[in-house]
Protein backbone atom coordinates (compact mmCIF):
# COMPACT_ATOMS: atom_id res chain seq x y z
CA UNK A 1 0.00 0.00 0.00
CA UNK A 2 1.32 3.56 -0.88
CA UNK A 3 2.41 5.84 1.90
CA UNK A 4 -0.47 8.26 0.71
CA UNK A 5 -3.11 6.24 2.08
CA UNK A 6 -0.65 5.89 5.73
CA UNK A 7 -0.55 9.28 5.63
CA UNK A 8 -4.48 9.61 5.18
CA UNK A 9 -4.77 7.41 8.25
CA UNK A 10 -2.65 9.17 10.05
CA UNK A 11 -4.58 12.42 9.64
CA UNK A 12 -7.73 11.17 10.33
CA UNK A 13 -6.56 9.88 13.39
CA UNK A 14 -5.12 13.13 14.34
CA UNK A 15 -8.37 14.76 13.61
CA UNK A 16 -10.55 12.92 15.78
CA UNK A 17 -7.85 13.71 18.39
CA UNK A 18 -8.36 17.52 17.59
CA UNK A 19 -11.94 17.10 17.74
CA UNK A 20 -12.11 15.58 20.88
CA UNK A 21 -9.89 18.32 22.28
CA UNK A 22 -12.57 20.65 21.27
CA UNK A 23 -15.61 18.88 22.52
CA UNK A 24 -13.69 18.81 25.85
CA UNK A 25 -13.25 22.72 25.96
CA UNK A 26 -17.08 23.15 24.54
CA UNK A 27 -17.93 20.73 27.46
CA UNK A 28 -16.34 22.74 30.44
CA UNK A 29 -17.91 26.00 28.94
CA UNK A 30 -21.13 24.96 28.52
CA UNK A 31 -21.36 23.14 32.29
CA UNK A 32 -20.00 24.73 34.46
CA UNK A 33 -21.47 22.78 37.85
CA UNK A 34 -19.38 20.09 39.28
CA UNK A 35 -20.91 16.57 39.89
CA UNK A 36 -21.62 13.64 37.81
CA UNK A 37 -22.80 15.50 34.59
CA UNK A 38 -19.39 16.56 33.45
CA UNK A 39 -17.69 13.39 34.43
CA UNK A 40 -20.35 11.33 32.17
CA UNK A 41 -19.50 13.76 29.11
CA UNK A 42 -16.01 13.20 29.66
CA UNK A 43 -16.29 9.35 29.35
CA UNK A 44 -18.40 9.58 26.20
CA UNK A 45 -15.75 11.88 24.63
CA UNK A 46 -12.72 9.94 25.73
CA UNK A 47 -14.49 6.58 24.17
CA UNK A 48 -15.83 8.36 21.13
CA UNK A 49 -11.73 9.55 20.65
CA UNK A 50 -10.67 6.30 21.39
CA UNK A 51 -12.91 4.16 19.10
CA UNK A 52 -12.49 6.57 16.12
CA UNK A 53 -8.97 6.02 16.34
CA UNK A 54 -9.38 2.59 16.57
CA UNK A 55 -11.41 1.96 13.88
CA UNK A 56 -8.82 3.69 11.60
CA UNK A 57 -5.80 1.33 13.30
CA UNK A 58 -7.55 -1.41 12.06
CA UNK A 59 -6.93 -0.18 8.72
CA UNK A 60 -3.59 -0.07 9.33
CA UNK A 61 -2.97 -3.21 11.35
CA UNK A 62 -4.40 -5.11 7.79
CA UNK A 63 -2.34 -3.06 5.39
CA UNK A 64 0.54 -2.04 6.84
CA UNK A 65 1.23 -4.74 9.40
CA UNK A 66 0.95 -5.08 13.27
CA UNK A 67 4.10 -3.16 13.69
CA UNK A 68 2.67 0.31 12.33
CA UNK A 69 -0.47 -0.54 14.55
CA UNK A 70 1.85 -1.16 17.77
CA UNK A 71 3.76 2.40 16.98
CA UNK A 72 0.39 4.40 16.62
CA UNK A 73 -1.21 2.86 19.57
CA UNK A 74 1.77 3.74 21.28
CA UNK A 75 1.99 7.12 20.20
CA UNK A 76 -2.09 7.29 21.19
CA UNK A 77 -1.99 5.73 24.19
CA UNK A 78 0.91 8.29 25.74
CA UNK A 79 -1.50 11.19 24.16
CA UNK A 80 -4.54 10.00 26.07
CA UNK A 81 -2.84 9.49 28.79
CA UNK A 82 -1.99 13.49 29.30
CA UNK A 83 -5.63 14.98 28.37
CA UNK A 84 -8.28 12.33 29.45
CA UNK A 85 -7.62 13.03 33.05
CA UNK A 86 -10.03 11.11 34.99
CA UNK A 87 -11.91 9.61 32.29
CA UNK A 88 -10.76 5.88 31.25
CA UNK A 89 -13.52 5.07 28.61
CA UNK A 90 -13.43 1.69 30.20
CA UNK A 91 -15.88 -0.14 32.57
CA UNK A 92 -13.92 -1.89 34.77
CA UNK A 93 -12.37 1.10 35.96
CA UNK A 94 -15.31 1.98 38.27
CA UNK A 95 -15.70 -1.39 38.70
CA UNK A 96 -12.21 -1.27 40.65
CA UNK A 97 -13.34 2.21 41.90
CA UNK A 98 -16.82 0.25 43.79
CA UNK A 99 -14.87 -2.67 44.82
CA UNK A 100 -12.52 0.28 47.09
CA UNK A 101 -15.42 1.70 47.99
CA UNK A 102 -14.54 4.88 46.12
CA UNK A 103 -17.90 5.12 43.63
CA UNK A 104 -21.56 3.82 43.99
CA UNK A 105 -23.04 1.34 41.55
CA UNK A 106 -25.20 4.26 40.39
CA UNK A 107 -22.15 5.96 38.89
CA UNK A 108 -20.12 2.58 37.64
CA UNK A 109 -23.49 1.91 35.64
CA UNK A 110 -23.80 5.50 34.37
CA UNK A 111 -20.11 5.90 33.61
CA UNK A 112 -19.72 2.49 31.84
CA UNK A 113 -23.12 3.47 29.58
CA UNK A 114 -21.85 6.76 28.72
CA UNK A 115 -18.66 5.21 27.74
CA UNK A 116 -20.55 2.53 25.79
CA UNK A 117 -22.76 5.24 23.91
CA UNK A 118 -19.99 7.54 22.74
CA UNK A 119 -17.76 4.43 21.33
CA UNK A 120 -20.56 2.88 19.46
CA UNK A 121 -22.56 5.85 18.35
CA UNK A 122 -19.14 6.98 16.87
CA UNK A 123 -18.77 4.52 13.92
CA UNK A 124 -21.33 6.66 12.43
CA UNK A 125 -19.05 9.19 11.95
CA UNK A 126 -16.23 7.09 11.12
CA UNK A 127 -18.55 5.00 8.78
CA UNK A 128 -18.99 8.32 6.94
CA UNK A 129 -15.62 9.36 6.24
CA UNK A 130 -14.58 5.60 5.03
CA UNK A 131 -17.70 6.18 2.09
CA UNK A 132 -15.81 9.18 0.71
CA UNK A 133 -13.30 6.98 0.19
CA UNK A 134 -9.89 9.46 0.66
CA UNK A 135 -7.72 6.49 0.67
CA UNK A 136 -7.17 3.20 -1.23
CA UNK A 137 -7.44 1.28 1.66
CA UNK A 138 -10.90 2.22 2.62
CA UNK A 139 -12.62 1.22 -0.58
CA UNK A 140 -15.53 -0.60 0.44
CA UNK A 141 -14.83 -0.56 3.88
CA UNK A 142 -17.67 1.59 4.56
CA UNK A 143 -20.42 -1.10 4.25
CA UNK A 144 -18.54 -4.14 4.44
CA UNK A 145 -19.42 -7.24 7.39
CA UNK A 146 -16.86 -7.37 9.62
CA UNK A 147 -14.77 -10.30 11.39
CA UNK A 148 -13.91 -11.13 14.48
CA UNK A 149 -10.79 -11.45 15.86
CA UNK A 150 -11.55 -14.04 17.81
CA UNK A 151 -8.56 -17.01 16.64
CA UNK A 152 -9.00 -19.22 19.56
CA UNK A 153 -11.92 -20.94 21.47
CA UNK A 154 -13.67 -18.47 23.69
CA UNK A 155 -12.99 -19.32 26.95
CA UNK A 156 -9.32 -19.49 25.86
CA UNK A 157 -10.09 -15.84 24.83
CA UNK A 158 -11.61 -14.55 27.49
CA UNK A 159 -8.61 -16.29 29.81
CA UNK A 160 -6.38 -14.38 27.52
CA UNK A 161 -7.96 -10.63 28.00
CA UNK A 162 -8.60 -11.35 31.45
CA UNK A 163 -5.03 -12.37 32.34
CA UNK A 164 -3.50 -9.48 29.80
CA UNK A 165 -6.28 -6.94 31.89
CA UNK A 166 -5.16 -8.10 35.24
CA UNK A 167 -1.46 -7.39 33.92
CA UNK A 168 -2.25 -4.28 32.61
CA UNK A 169 -3.95 -3.32 35.86
CA UNK A 170 -1.55 -4.04 37.91
CA UNK A 171 1.23 -2.50 35.85
CA UNK A 172 -0.79 0.66 36.03
CA UNK A 173 -1.35 0.47 39.67
CA UNK A 174 2.51 0.33 40.45
CA UNK A 175 3.25 2.74 37.89
CA UNK A 176 1.14 5.15 40.12
CA UNK A 177 2.09 4.71 43.46
CA UNK A 178 6.70 4.51 42.21
CA UNK A 179 5.44 7.56 40.30
CA UNK A 180 8.39 7.36 38.18
CA UNK A 181 9.53 10.16 35.66
CA UNK A 182 7.52 9.28 32.30
CA UNK A 183 5.38 6.80 34.19
CA UNK A 184 2.68 7.65 31.28
CA UNK A 185 5.25 6.24 28.62
CA UNK A 186 6.07 3.40 30.10
CA UNK A 187 2.38 2.26 30.98
CA UNK A 188 1.28 2.77 27.52
CA UNK A 189 4.73 0.65 26.39
CA UNK A 190 3.61 -2.09 28.76
CA UNK A 191 -0.08 -1.82 27.23
CA UNK A 192 0.83 -1.48 23.81
CA UNK A 193 3.14 -4.87 24.12
CA UNK A 194 0.72 -6.99 26.04
CA UNK A 195 -2.11 -6.15 22.85
CA UNK A 196 0.64 -6.82 20.29
CA UNK A 197 1.28 -10.61 22.25
CA UNK A 198 -2.52 -11.32 22.13
CA UNK A 199 -2.98 -9.53 18.78
CA UNK A 200 -3.35 -12.81 16.72
CA UNK A 201 -5.61 -14.51 19.38
CA UNK A 202 -7.97 -12.67 21.36
CA UNK A 203 -7.43 -9.30 19.08
CA UNK A 204 -6.16 -7.37 22.51
CA UNK A 205 -8.82 -5.32 22.89
CA UNK A 206 -8.65 -5.64 27.24
CA UNK A 207 -11.90 -2.82 27.03
CA UNK A 208 -15.09 -4.14 26.89
CA UNK A 209 -16.37 -1.12 25.56
CA UNK A 210 -13.79 -1.02 22.45
CA UNK A 211 -14.32 -4.32 21.77
CA UNK A 212 -17.99 -3.82 21.80
CA UNK A 213 -17.58 -0.81 19.35
CA UNK A 214 -15.81 -2.51 16.58
CA UNK A 215 -16.75 -6.26 16.94
CA UNK A 216 -20.02 -6.68 17.99
CA UNK A 217 -21.97 -8.93 15.80
CA UNK A 218 -19.43 -9.42 13.67
CA UNK A 219 -18.59 -12.76 11.92
CA UNK A 220 -16.77 -15.52 13.38
CA UNK A 221 -18.50 -15.19 16.96
CA UNK A 222 -21.78 -15.47 18.58
CA UNK A 223 -22.85 -12.19 20.62
CA UNK A 224 -22.74 -14.76 24.00
CA UNK A 225 -19.36 -15.57 23.13
CA UNK A 226 -18.29 -11.70 22.47
CA UNK A 227 -19.34 -11.15 26.02
CA UNK A 228 -17.91 -14.13 27.89
CA UNK A 229 -14.41 -12.86 25.91
CA UNK A 230 -14.52 -9.52 25.68
CA UNK A 231 -17.09 -8.46 29.02
CA UNK A 232 -16.45 -11.02 31.05
CA UNK A 233 -12.58 -12.02 30.97
CA UNK A 234 -11.54 -8.12 30.90
CA UNK A 235 -13.61 -7.25 33.43
CA UNK A 236 -12.71 -10.41 36.05
CA UNK A 237 -9.30 -9.74 35.40
CA UNK A 238 -9.05 -6.17 36.04
CA UNK A 239 -11.38 -6.74 39.34
CA UNK A 240 -8.65 -9.62 40.75
CA UNK A 241 -5.83 -7.02 40.20
CA UNK A 242 -7.62 -4.98 43.19
CA UNK A 243 -7.37 -7.74 45.70
CA UNK A 244 -3.96 -9.33 44.00
CA UNK A 245 -1.90 -5.68 44.07
CA UNK A 246 -2.55 -5.72 47.86
CA UNK A 247 -0.83 -9.35 48.44
CA UNK A 248 2.50 -8.15 50.47
CA UNK A 249 4.08 -10.77 47.95
CA UNK A 250 3.15 -9.13 44.65
CA UNK A 251 3.64 -5.80 46.26
CA UNK A 252 7.03 -6.16 47.18
CA UNK A 253 7.84 -7.75 43.79
CA UNK A 254 6.56 -4.83 41.84
CA UNK A 255 7.37 -1.47 43.72
CA UNK A 256 9.47 -2.71 46.37
CA UNK A 257 10.05 -1.43 49.85
CA UNK A 258 8.44 2.09 48.91
CA UNK A 259 8.00 3.13 52.61
CA UNK A 260 11.64 1.94 53.66
CA UNK A 261 12.53 4.39 50.86
CA UNK A 262 10.53 7.36 51.96
CA UNK A 263 11.70 6.59 55.47
Same mark, same amino acid.
Request: aromatic content about 12%; proline content about 2%; charged content about 15%.
Given at each position: ??? &????????????? %????????????????????????? &????????? %???????????????????????????? /? /?????????????????????????? @??????????????? %??????? +?? /????????????????????????????????????????????????????????????????? +????? &???????????????? /??? @???? &????????????????????????????? @????????????
Amino acid at each position: MSM &NALGVSTGLMVGW %CVLAQIARKVAQRMIKEDGLIPTLV &NEAIAAAEL %CACCFELIIIADNFGVAAYAVFLFILTV /W /WGQVWGDASACPYTHMEDLLEGKTTL @REVALKSWAALMGGC %CVYRFVQ +VI /WWFEFAETHQGRAFEDCSADLQVHPYIGAAIEGIATMLCRLASKSLSEIGPRFGNVIDSFIGTSL +VVAAF &NFSGGYFNPVLATALK /WGC @RGHT &NIEHIIVYWIGACVGAVLSVPVFKMEVVR @RYLIGDQKGKRE
